[in-house]
């Protein structure tokens, strides 16, 4: 789902109408080496025609073309973006939370961050990884997601991953997997994607 609804848009990013990209690959490095999308280096300049910077798309979770997985449900939420997140109870089997959406993205580099709460933050086991993923490079950049890292009980916080898109790719995905049941419940708001020189430092994003 589009991002360009700037009713669902947080706070401190607004809507961006142009930004012009020039971008050099190191001729001294091959462009997709080996099994890592970090082993790629680009030197990017944007410029920016204003300074406010948009998603380059937002997905909700519990809404088409993400998938939340069984034992993951849509609940009503007073704080979700939209009144509604998926969730998944630490009683649920442990697995894949949710997927998708399957999409292609201009060449470039990115983060993708996704928008969580957990029920309790005491513990310190692992409780989910996070992924940007294709099946087609047969690549995955991840980080796994404990609930100590979140600075409050049943409180938004947002995760950043970096990744690099290849305009040839046409099933990127973002996805929150290995869930372990037993721990905590962990809801779910939006991914959104923005372009990787978005300073996040001011931001309230864990990166």
């Known amino acids: 789902m589009s991002v360009h609804d700037k009713k669902r848009i947080p706070p401190h990013i607004h809507f961006q109408t142009e930004v012009k990209e020039v971008r050099q690959v190191r001729s001294n490095r091959p462009l997709y080496k080996g099994q890592h999308w970090t082993d790629v ?5 944007l410029t920016l025609d204003q ?9 909700e979770i519990d809404e ?54 957990v029920a309790s933050n005491a513990s310190s086991s692992n409780l989910v990884t996070v992924e940007a993923h294709s099946e087609a490079l047969g690549m995955s950049v991840s980080r796994i997601i404990k609930p100590n890292e979140f600075t409050a009980n049943d409180t938004w916080q947002k995760f950043a ?8 790719i046409s099933d990127y995905e973002f996805r929150a997997v290995n869930f372990v049941t037993g721990i905590t419940d962990l809801s779910a708001d939006w991914v959104g ?11 309230g994003i864990t990166n």
Request: with cysteine.
């Open 41 to 45: 280096i680009i030197d990017s300049i």
């Open 51 to 59: 300074t406010i910077i948009d998603f380059t798309r937002q997905y």
């Open 64 to 117: 088409s073309p993400m998938t939340m997985s069984s034992g993951t449900n849509q609940v009503s939420d007073a704080t979700a973006t939209k009144g509604y997140c998926a969730k998944r109870l630490s009683s649920a089997a442990s697995g894949t939370m949710f997927y998708g959406p399957y999409k292609n993205f201009e060449e470039s580099e990115y983060y993708a961050i996704f928008l969580l709460k």
């Open 161 to 168: 991953l970096k990744f690099i898109a290849r305009a040839d």
């Open 193 to 203: 994607i923005v372009p990787s020189n978005v300073p996040l430092g001011d931001t």
